[in-house]
């Protein structure tokens, strides 16, 4: 009797069987389509698993530092304790080297998160930024009406805060991910014209000295030390959660200072030497003096380590270092840009976020 062929209603024939073909053939082939169709099952559940996002987890502090606990955190994962410093100015760092983000609190820091910042062709700026807007509930115009709930605006070009898929590296198209519960933590505990430092520097903010705007020791013999300057403390009555914010331009050879958002004093100064883009912020102010963490923003990153006498490079009148020095709380920032002050925005063009209701200048 002749063996049986494929597609022989004898035989069985299958929706594999092709008739005139041997049996054993046509099962070969098909245990051959049932085991690519399990590989491909395999690579999809791969895939899957590869690209969704870690789940967003608090993870508790178990007596650890916070700034050592942002160390350890694995991607989706966050510490929130701000009861250790319950109230006082706030300030934001974001470092985009450890995909990692820092709030500080009257200077102590009370919360850390991973992040997925802009991926290559679409980097997150470096600089010092400040709270533009806060729209809890938001949607892109540019990136097909995707939700970036708990907005907080940092450019008027689109860079901001906001919740979204942290995938475990750089993924965005310049704005900052965070994890979604963190993201309305956060939003709860900011206000407009909170400052936000973004970094690059592959080091967490380290001890430092202040900056020389920050004593209040006179400088004997500088040049610039009885020059006129401006200081208007009544235009922003100090409170409790004032944010007091210096920024010296070593370009226009001047130092602005603002006090929730609002220019209340300026004075020349003189830079010596090579100025790097820094931020100090003051981190604590008791019996021993002022303790300052500082944060280079741009740049290579050489470290963060301040120098003997680097507060030395910086001239101005004494008496507005005595004003400037009696009106820092701790949380407040001194930055240092080589740039003029009227050079436009910080950090580059990057439109991400389109918003009708940018001021029309």
């Known amino acids: 009797m002749p063996a049986a062929v494929c597609g022989d209603r004898a035989s069985g024939g299958s929706k594999f069987s092709h008739p005139g073909k041997p049996e054993w053939l046509c099962r070969r082939k098909a245990n051959k389509h049932e085991r690519m ?78 992040i997925s910042s802009g991926k290559a062709g679409n980097e997150t700026p470096t600089g010092v930024f400040t709270i533009l807007q806060k729209n809890k ?13 708990n907005m907080q605006r940092l ?24 994890p979604t519960k963190f993201s309305s933590l956060l939003f709860g505990a900011t206000q407009l014209g909170m400052t936000v430092v973004i970094t690059s520097i592959p080091a967490v903010p380290s001890g430092s000295e202040a900056p020389a705007l920050a004593t209040m020791a006179p400088a004997a013999g500088v040049p610039l030390s009885s020059a006129p300057y401006e200081w208007h403390p009544e235009r922003a009555p100090m409170h409790e959660d004032s944010m007091v914010s210096v920024v010296i331009s070593a370009a226009d050879g001047k130092a602005v200072v603002f006090r929730n958002g609002i220019e209340i004093g300026s004075a020349p100064v003189r830079v010596t030497g090579e100025t790097t883009p820094m931020a100090y912020v003051l981190r604590a102010w008791d019996s021993t003096g002022q303790h300052w963490l500082k944060l ?12 003997p006498g680097e507060g030395k490079r910086f001239e101005t009148p004494v008496k507005f270092r005595y004003d400037v020095g009696a009106a820092l ?13 009227s050079s436009g925005s910080t950090g580059r063009s990057q439109m991400v976020i389109e918003d009708d209701d940018a001021p029309s200048n």
């Open 137 to 149: 509930e938001h949607y892109s115009k540019t990136y097909n009406n995707a939700p970036m709930p």
């Open 155 to 178: 450019t008027w070009s689109g860079i901001a805060l906001h919740a979204g898929n942290l995938p475990g590296y750089p993924a965005s198209h310049g704005c900052i991910r965070l």
């Open 37 to 114: 169709r399990h590989i491909r099952l395999a690579l999809a559940a791969i895939a899957i698993i590869l690209t969704t996002p870690a789940p967003a987890q608090q993870v508790e502090l178990g007596g650890r530092p916070v700034l050592q606990a942002a160390t350890q955190l694995k991607n989706g994962q966050y510490v929130w304790a701000p009861e250790l410093s319950p109230a006082g100015p706030a300030l934001f760092v974001v470092n985009l080297e450890t995909q990692r983000a820092v709030l500080f609190r009257n200077g102590v820091p009370i919360a850390a998160t991973t």
């Open 296 to 307: 280079q923003f741009a740049g290579e990153g050489q470290g963060m380590e301040a120098a």
């Open 329 to 341: 709380r701790p949380g407040s920032v001194v930055i240092v840009t080589p740039s003029s002050l």
